[in-house]
């Protein structure tokens, strides 16, 4: 079970901090990352953590303005997103599952959380 937290409203170039919680049975050895939806977009791949915290990918589009982080004792994973754009608009997704190159082979899904960023 995955538990997402934060988001909200924000100005351009502003900051937001999501967090996710998972829980249940080996959900420390799978990789946890983020995904997100905008308004007649397709949901894309923003952002993952391996199970250590030692890898991370990211979408080109975020790169350098957004990080993710993991707190493994806790079964938690952060994305801190900075210098926000308005395009970064979207209901943003936790996941659970095995990384790929360029996204997650997803195994389960969190509720979104609402990123809204004002011109």
């Known amino acids: 079970q995955l538990q997402a937290s934060g988001g909200g409203l924000v100005q351009a170039g502003g900051s937001v901090r999501l967090s996710c919680a998972a829980s249940?049975?080996?959900?420390?050895?799978?990789?946890l990352g983020w995904f997100r939806q905008a308004p007649g977009k397709e949901r894309e791949f923003v952002a993952s953590?391996?199970?250590?915290?030692?890898?991370?990918r990211y979408a080109d589009s975020v790169k350098g303005r957004f990080t993710i982080s993991r707190d493994s004792a806790k079964n938690t994973a952060h994305l801190q997103m900075n210098s926000l754009k308005p395009e970064d608009t979207a209901i943003y997704y936790c996941?659970?599952?095995?990384?790929?190159?360029?996204?997650?082979?997803?195994?389960?899904w969190g509720q979104g959380t609402q990123v809204t960023v004002s011109s």
């Open positions: 249940g049975r080996a959900v420390h050895t799978y990789a």
């Open positions: 953590i391996s199970w250590s915290g030692g890898t991370t």
């Open positions: 996941a659970l599952g095995l990384p790929t190159v360029r996204s997650m082979n997803v195994r389960s």
